[in-house]
C-alpha cells in the first residue's frame, strides 16, 4: 500500500493545489517591483504597486480561487506548520518595527549592520516558509531577495534597484503565466451546479 | 481443519477488504479526505480528477455505508457542500490500509 499511495504526497498535493492560482508570486513581484522602482526614481507613488500587490492578492483568493478550488480544512499538522510561519514572519515584522521605530527616533545606528540582518533576516524567512508550507518556488525567491539586498548593502543604488527590479519582474511573470493556466484548467462552477453537489441519488 | 473448511477470507485475504472502499474512485476520494479535516465538494472534484456526476454517485455510496458526511451551507449568497469523513469511515480506511499492507507484504518478489 505504501508503495501506491503515499498519504504525505496526498496531503501535500491537497496543500500546494493554493499554489497553482500564481498570486503569491504576483504579490511578490509587484512588491519586489514597487520596491526597486521607488529605489530608482525615488518617487513614492511606486509604493501603490506594492498596494496593487496585496489588493489582487486578497481579492484573487476571494474571488478567482475559491469558486474554483472550493476549500479545504487541513489536519492538525498542517496547521502547526502554517503557525510556525506565522510566529516566524511576526518575528521578522517585529526586528524590522524596532529597527525603523530606532532610526524614526533618531538612535545612533551609525555602525549597526542594520543591511546585513536585512540581507540575512528576509531571505531566512522566506526559506523557512518554503520549507514549513512544502511552497518550493519561494526557495527561488529567497535567493532572489538575499541577491538584491546584498547588492544593496555591496553596490548601493542604482544597482540594487535595478536587481530588485529584475528580481520583481520574475515572480510577475511567473505569476501571470500560472494565474493564466489556472484559469484556464479549473474553470468557474456555476451556482446550481454547487448547490446540488452531493445530491446524487437522493430524492 | 480440511482445507475445504478453512473460512473463504482465511484462503482468500482479498476477499475480506472493504468493498466500498475498494474501488478506484471511491479510494481516491477515502484517500483525500483521510488526510485532511475536510473538503469543499469542487475541492474533491480537483484533487480526485472525478466529474461532478461520478463524485456525486460514489459520495452518495460512501454516504450510505457511513463512511462521510456532508454538510451544505452558504458563503455569503454562494452555495457549498463540504464532505468530511465520519469517525467510523477513518477507522474503515485505516483498516483497509492496514489490510491492504498486509496482503501485499504477504506477495512474493
Redesign the interface.
Known sequence: ?????D??D??R??WT?YFQDGLWDIFLGLMFLGGGLRSLTDNLWFYLLVLAGVLIFILGKRFIT??????????AG?RARTNVVRVVALGAMIVTAVIFTMAVTGADLAGAPVGWIFAIMVPGVFIVMAYMMDFTRLYFYAILIAVFTISSELYGDPAAAWAQIIAGLLPLLVGIVLLVRFLRT?PA?D?E??????????S | MAAADAEPEELHPLAGLDRVIHSPARLMVMTNLYVVESAEFIALMNLTGLSWGNLSTHLSKLEEAGYVELEKGFRGKKPYTMVRLTGEGRAAFKAYKEQMQGVLAELPD
Not at chain 1, 1 to 5: E, F, G, K, N
Not at chain 1, 66 to 75: F, V
Not at chain 1, 193 to 202: E, F
Open positions: 500500500m505504501s508503495d501506491m499511495i498519504l504525505r496526498v496531503e498535493r491537497a493545489l475559491l469558486p474554483r478550488l472550493g476549500q479545504i480544512k487541513y489536519s498542517r479549473y462552477v451556482e451546479t454547487l448547490a446540488r453537489s452531493g445530491d446524487n441519488g437522493r
